[in-house]
Structure formats: structure tokens, C-alpha cells
């Protein structure tokens, strides 16, 4: 299994060094990925947590990160597809991906919160139609020389493209959510799945939901990178409702629990876990980190 760890750029620290701190920190005690959240308002839960604090745009955030680690995966956990122009972003990733040397992964979504939809003027009702059509966009861009693309949202030809990803045939595209619509995007067009908040039980039938829609779609499950967000909640600190509510996240009083929970997703067919810490503490942050490395981790390898 491989371990992931997220950065805390959505956890309103002040001092922004201290949150790109932890992505060498990572690489050093031996962790295999970093992941970044994405949102553009505290709106919702996220402004009960943050009210006007920093929440640290994810790419800005990856971009120092593939400056200052050599080896970690750099990743989106996730992107709110339907927040981004795919050819802007499409641009941003493949440039990042040329400087990180092919570290990138772009987790997606299609985002939940109205509020935000509302200011960004977007239609809450089309976001999954949108996050389809950007990630053909994002794909096509990628992947063709002299890339076409027609549709009433987006129109292209006779352009160039450049620089390309340097992974091939393109940076990986984990899906997120759990949905129907989601599992379906990952079956049909992710090159992995990726939900959050969701419970072993959950992602183990959502994964042989999965493989057959992949199955009958002629692509083969084998392809696909199984991976989950999962909410390490902090000792003393009170987890994420949301969260807690679908049953998902672990607890992180002690090693022997994360590695009960950590076990329990393993079984469930997850082979990357990415473990959110619950908390803005730096101090906790760091120390919660390393005692993942020094008596989980080892445990799984």
C-alpha cells in the first residue's frame, strides 16, 4: 500500500511557509504522495472552520512544493472540476508536471457547495456534464498533436498545444465522489477512483461497481489506481461532522487504531490511502505525521 498525506493549505494557517514546510517533511519521513484541497470561498463548513482565515489556492501550493521535494507525488485532493476553465488548467497542470518532473495526479470532482456554484455563476445541475466535458478538453490537449474540440462550451482547431504532460498518455485523473455519476466517471474516464468520507463497507461495493461499469465499457479494472481520503481525526479535536456522519475517517488517539482503520480500507481494495489529518495545529500536525511514519507505515510495507 502506498500513503499519501495531505498539506494543510485549507486549515487557516497564518503563515503559509509553515503549511509548504510539510511537503518536504513528508518526503523525508518517507511518504509516497502530498495532496492539496480546492476551494475558492469559505462558504458553508469550510467558513465555520476558517471564517476569514487562509485557505491556500491548491496549485500555487503544489507548484513550491515540486521546487522543494524531489520524489512525492504531487496531487488534488481534489479539484472542483467545474471551478476551472479545462484549457487553463489543462495548461497549468502539463507545466507543472514538465518542472515536477511527472509527479502530478489531479484528483476531480464535481463539487456540492451551492453557495459557491451560485457565485462563480455556475449551474450546480450541469456540474456533472461540465466535469465529463472537461476532462475530454483536458484530455484532448494532452494527448493530440494538433488537438479538435467543438461543443457549445468549448471550440478549437488549428491551434497548438505545448508544453505536454510528461507523463503518457497524460497526468493521471483519479475521480473523486461516490455518487452514481461519479462511480460511472471513474468506470468510463478516470484512471483511478478517489472518494473521501466514506466507509470500508461503502468503497468496497463501490469498487465492484466500478470494475463491472469498466468491464462492460471495455476497459480493464486492473488499470485503474484505487485510492481513498481518509480523515485521520486528531486526538482531542472533534472530527468532521460531514465525515462522521457517512462513517468514515479513523482515529488517530493511537498507532494500533490507524492501523486497525487503515487495515479495514486495505481489505476493502484501497492500495493508496491518503490520510487527512483533522487539524490546523502545525505542532500536532508534525507529530501526528511522524508517529504514521515511524509505527504505521512500516506496518503495511
Known amino acids: 500500500m502506498q500513503f499519501g498525506i495531505t498539506i494543510p493549505n485549507n486549515w487557516g494557517i497564518e503563515d503559509p511557509k509553515q503549511v509548504l514546510a510539510f511537503g518536504p517533511l513528508a518526503e523525508e519521513l518517507g511518504f509516497d504522495s502530498v495532496w492539496v484541497m480546492d476551494h475558492l470561498f469559505n462558504n458553508g463548513y469550510i467558513r465555520e472552520r476558517l471564517d476569514d482565515k487562509p485557505y491556500y489556492h491548491p496549485l500555487a501550493v503544489l507548484s513550491h512544493l515540486s521546487a522543494t521535494t524531489e520524489k512525492v507525488i504531487l496531487g488534488t485532493s481534489v479539484l472542483v472540476l467545474p471551478y476551472h476553465n479545462p484549457v487553463e488548467l489543462a495548461k497549468?497542470?502539463?507545466?507543472?508536471?514538465?518542472?515536477?518532473?511527472?509527479?502530478?495526479?489531479?484528483?476531480?470532482?464535481?463539487?456540492?457547495?451551492?453557495?459557491?456554484?451560485?457565485?462563480?455563476?455556475?449551474?450546480?445541475?450541469?456540474?456533472?456534464?461540465?466535469?465529463?466535458?472537461?476532462?475530454?478538453?483536458?484530455?484532448?490537449?494532452?494527448?493530440?498533436?494538433?488537438?479538435?474540440?467543438?461543443?457549445?462550451?468549448?471550440?478549437?482547431?488549428?491551434?497548438?498545444?505545448?508544453?505536454?504532460?510528461?507523463?503518457?498518455?497524460?497526468?493521471?485523473?483519479?475521480?473523486?465522489?461516490?455518487?452514481?455519476?461519479?462511480?460511472?466517471?471513474?468506470?468510463?474516464?478516470?484512471?483511478?477512483?478517489?472518494?473521501?468520507?466514506?466507509?470500508?463497507?461503502?468503497?468496497?461495493?463501490?469498487?465492484?461497481?466500478?470494475?463491472?461499469?469498466?468491464?462492460?465499457?471495455?476497459?480493464?479494472?486492473?488499470?485503474?489506481?484505487?485510492?481513498?481520503?481518509?480523515?485521520?481525526?486528531?486526538?482531542?479535536?472533534?472530527?468532521?461532522?460531514r465525515t462522521a456522519a457517512r462513517g468514515g475517517g479513523i482515529s488517530g488517539d493511537s498507532p494500533g487504531d490507524m492501523i486497525a482503520g487503515i487495515r479495514a480500507y486495505q481489505d476493502a481494495g484501497v492500495d493508496h490511502v491518503v490520510l487527512a489529518l483533522g487539524t490546523g495545529d502545525a505542532g500536532m500536525i508534525t507529530q501526528m505525521m511522524e508517529t504514521i511514519a515511524r509505527n504505521v507505515i512500516p506496518e503495511f510495507r
Not at 484528483?107 to 459557491?116: C, K, L
Open 92 to 241: 497549468y497542470a502539463a507545466t507543472l508536471d514538465q518542472m515536477s518532473g511527472g509527479r502530478v495526479t489531479l484528483g476531480v470532482g464535481v463539487g456540492a457547495m451551492t453557495e459557491e456554484f451560485e457565485a462563480l455563476g455556475l449551474s450546480l445541475r450541469q456540474r456533472g456534464s461540465l466535469t465529463n466535458e472537461s476532462i475530454r478538453v483536458m484530455k484532448e490537449l494532452w494527448t493530440s498533436e494538433d488537438p479538435v474540440y467543438h461543443s457549445r462550451r468549448w471550440n478549437f482547431e488549428n491551434l497548438k498545444f505545448s508544453p505536454k504532460p510528461v507523463q503518457a498518455p497524460h497526468i493521471p485523473l483519479w475521480i473523486g465522489g461516490s455518487s452514481p455519476g461519479a462511480l460511472r466517471r471513474a468506470a468510463t474516464m478516470g484512471d483511478g477512483w478517489h472518494p473521501s468520507g466514506v466507509d470500508p463497507e461503502t468503497y468496497s461495493t463501490g469498487r465492484r461497481e466500478i470494475q463491472d461499469l469498466a468491464r462492460a465499457a471495455g476497459r480493464e479494472p486492473d488499470d485503474l489506481t484505487w485510492s481513498a481520503r481518509v480523515e485521520v481525526v486528531a486526538p482531542g479535536v472533534p472530527g468532521n461532522p
